[in-house]
């Protein structure tokens, strides 16, 4: 799918104050060499206070950057949901593996929200699951449902219990994980969540549902909803998905990376949410039925 293109807008902190454009621009999206980025001046791409630039300007504080992406061919991914719950103020779905939650990294049309907001254009989601990531995602449909849930989700109010296919065989049978997580520096893609002392507090249950020949499949309740939580906790603790392509034994992101960090091949699926119904009091009890390739038992 070819979408309409994107404006990236940053405000110019203190920190950057008299960096060389090009250069800021090659730091700040790592993405792209500072030769693409060049081209990417000479092409008319990027703005400084809304004045073309040529990558030479030294950027001040306080200046409005641009970057005005032109229209991509988006990869394709799956194009349906299934639709678990609905009412005035709530709409749960079943996200397939492949389809982002919101746009980013290379993604724009091709997200579930812009699926369910062809239907459902008021819904925007409490939530978000990595692309590879299947099962529930609960939206709000209107501005009092989405404040009470906002406030309530990494609260003890909202239960989250997920279905993990993980390398390795477990030594117990109950794993509470309380790995803090934080922004790693990685020198292939910038940054990423990880495994990292003095990140922010962070904590899962984790319980053995079945052992294979070399697997454990774990159902994982969260406490807290930390980005990437459950790959980082239980590769924390000696064991990563299977197939996972950035997470390694001891939540820290592969050096050389087998992939994109946002691939696929995991096995992941956010399978039950329970929590009372923020407008009406009733008691929610949502489940997605696994997928048919999640590997059990393999």
């Not at 999206?29 to 500072?34: I, L, N, V």
């Not at 989601?125 to 989700?153: M, N």
Request: aromatic residues 8%; glycine residues 10%.
């Amino acid at each position: 799918m070819l979408n309409q293109g994107y404006a990236y807008t940053t405000i110019i902190s203190s920190k950057y104050h008299g960096q060389k454009l090009l250069s800021h621009l090659a730091s700040l999206y790592p993405h792209s060499s500072p030769q693409a980025w060049q081209q990417k001046l000479n092409n008319g791409e990027v703005t400084l206070n809304g004045v073309t630039a040529t990558g030479s300007e030294s950027i001040q504080l306080g200046q409005t950057l641009v970057w005005k992406r032109p229209p991509w061919m988006e990869a394709d991914c799956p194009q349906n949901f299934e639709i678990l719950f609905e009412d005035a103020h709530l709409l749960a779905v079943n996200k397939p593996s492949g389809l982002p939650t919101l746009p980013g990294g290379g993604f724009m049309e091709n997200t579930l929200l812009r699926l369910v907001q062809k239907h459902v254009p008021n819904a925007n989601p409490v939530h978000r699951l990595g692309r590879a990531t299947t099962g529930i995602v609960l939206f709000a449909k209107t501005p009092q449902a989405a404040s009470q849930l906002f406030a309530d989700w990494n609260t003890p109010k909202i239960q989250k219990i997920y279905r993990a296919l993980a390398q390795n065989i477990a030594q117990h049978d109950t794993y509470e994980i309380v790995t803090p997580i934080g922004l790693v520096a990685h020198p292939l893609i910038g940054s990423v969540w990880a495994a990292k002392p003095g990140g922010k507090a962070s904590k899962s249950l984790a319980k053995v549902i079945s052992r294979g020949t070399n697997t454990t499949t774990f159902e994982v309740s969260l406490s807290s909803g930390r980005p990437h939580q459950i790959r980082i906790h239980l590769a924390s603790i000696g064991y990563p998905l299977v197939g996972d392509p950035l997470y390694g034994v001891g939540g820290q992101p592969l050096e050389h990376l087998p992939g994109l960090p946002g691939d696929g091949g995991y096995f992941l699926h956010a399978q039950y949410l329970k929590f009372e119904h923020p407008l009406t009091g009733e008691q929610m009890n949502l489940e997605a039925a696994l997928p048919s390739g999640f590997a059990l038992d393999p």
